[in-house]
């Protein structure tokens, strides 16, 4: 399929829009790209006077169009137009999501709820001009209502992340910079070392004189796979660089079980970590040497049993949903699974297909099933668990047009991801691949400082990373 717009700033979106709702069953390209030429289904977009017109033809053929008067953002026009033409010639469509290609649909609830729009107000907007389903409405509106205490938490407070970007392998579905721990060994000294620089000046700005951090967070990567003696020196730069008794949380990412040991959560837990992540993201053992992971399902459930033993009461486990293989009955028993251990907070990920994972690259096969249908289930099954979503975010390239979820238990919220996800707070990022987004509060803006995103780089450009810093 052809799309071709009269305002080419609009073309992205318009394509976004369109993969999704095709959930890239069909090949859709812009003008001027490979093979657009040879395409015979075009849906034409054109703006005359004060009218909008999207026409579909196929082998120059008009078979449908559609006009609109300009009433609300040009743009969002194009994209409605364009969702009703394909939506009202294509039977294959998934279009639960209406228009909606950004990351953070919640964040248009919290917006509509400073501007005072009545429930009413907020339903008719997401209904009749983003096109939402009434299942997907439901779903952000309640998210956002249990945002509202999330958000008097937070306040005027900043957020930080640090990251530790080593890993013991790298699973097929991953696109974020890391570092294999045993090739990237000889870096981790002059790592730490260099991160407890930055950390150190960077907190010496003037913009953190008055600044209280609600929380911290360590990712990566997986911050686990450094050893105790590393994890020792890791906390120790933690500990001198911040009061980790006016934090309100501290979430570390404990990731994968292959790189936990008892001792490991021994240390963690000895410096007041609040909450952390251990992540299988599948029960079952086939899957799980599939997508790269070194241990098994019964590791988890050991790992899991050792932290809690250990006194920690707030633990979140990842889960992915289409990995390679796996159909509704593999999901429905990792779900099962996840729900018997009884964690204070379950984040369930559709599968994106990132440009630089080993499922793109490699061209591996993932699930093909409606994963957004299965979502709404599942969400109904955790509900019926005490587990309630308190944030969702979309990415780019999701199976069947699926989101990301987190359901806690109650007052078992990550107070980070609210803030990172919803863009309520400014986030300063330490360490290779993060960044520093500063919010201003009056325009509701983001300005973004980003770190280099490789380990010898970082350790050779100390200097430089913490003169950006000063930017903040």
């Known amino acids: 399929m052809l799309i071709i717009s009269d305002n080419e700033k609009y073309d992205i979106e318009l394509k976004e829009l369109a993969n999704m709702l095709f959930a890239r069953r069909k090949k859709i390209y812009l003008k001027n790209e490979i093979d657009a030429d040879n395409e015979t289904e075009i849906i034409s977009l054109k703006k005359k006077d ?23 953002k040009e743009k969002l026009i194009y994209k409605k137009l364009l969702y009703l033409i394909i939506k009202n010639n294509y039977t294959d469509v998934t279009g639960k999501w209406g228009i909606l290609t950004g990351i953070r649909p919640v964040k248009i609830v919290n917006d509509l709820k400073k501007e005072n729009k009545t429930d009413i107000q907020i339903y008719d907007i997401l209904k009749n001009n983003y096109l939402l389903s009434d299942e997907k409405i439901k779903l952000i509106k309640g998210i956002s209502d249990v945002q509202e205490e999330i958000i008097d938490i937070l306040s005027d ?74 994890l020792k020196i890791f906390f120790d730069i933690i500990n001198y660089n911040f009061d980790l008794n006016k934090i309100k949380e501290f979430t570390f990412e404990a990731g994968r079980v292959d790189t936990l ?68 009955s593999d999901m429905d028993k990792s779900v099962d699974e996840i729900i018997k251990l009884d964690p204070d907070s379950i984040t369930v990920h559709c599968l994106a297909i990132k ?31 005490n587990y309630m979503p308190y944030y969702l975010y979309r990415q780019k390239n999701m199976l069947e047009n699926g989101e990301n979820i987190g359901f806690c238990k109650e007052n078992k919220y990550s107070l980070y991801n609210v803030a990172m996800m919803d863009e309520l707070q400014s986030i300063i990022g330490f360490g290779v691949g993060s960044a520093s987004k500063i919010l201003n509060k009056n325009t509701n803006l983001l300005r973004r400082i980003p770190n280099y995103k490789d380990v010898i780089l970082y350790n050779n450009n100390i200097k430089e990373i913490i003169k950006r810093k000063e930017d903040i």
Request: proline share 3%; aromatic share 8%.
């Open 157 to 230: 407070d900043i957020s930080i992340y640090i990251s530790i970007p080593f890993c013991p392998s790298r699973c097929n579905y991953c696109s974020f910079f890391s570092i294999d721990i045993n090739s990237g060994k000889k870096y981790i000294k002059d790592y730490l070392k260099n991160l407890e620089i930055e950390i150190r000046e960077t907190l010496k700005l003037p913009y953190f004189k008055d600044k209280n951090i609600s929380s911290i967070y360590v990712g990566g990567g997986t911050p686990s796979s450094l050893d105790e003696t590393e």
């Open 355 to 385: 440009r630089a994972s080993d499922i793109n690259t490699k061209n591996i096969k993932a699930t093909n099933i409606e994963i957004s249908d299965y979502m709404q289930k599942l969400t109904d099954k955790l509900n019926g668990k």
């Open 50 to 72: 004060d009218e909008i017109t999207a026409t579909l033809s196929q082998k120059e053929i008009e078979i449908s169009t559609l006009k609109s008067d300009i009433n609300f």
């Open 261 to 328: 040991t008892r001792e490991k959560l021994k240390i963690i837990k000895s410096n007041n970590v609040s909450r952390i992540s251990i992540n299988p993201q599948t029960m079952n053992d086939d899957t799980l040497i599939k997508i790269g992971r070194k241990h098994n399902v019964e590791d988890v459930k050991n790992t899991y049993e050792i932290a809690r033993e250990l006194g920690f009461d707030n633990i979140n486990m990842d889960l992915i949903l289409g990995l390679a293989d796996e159909n509704i």
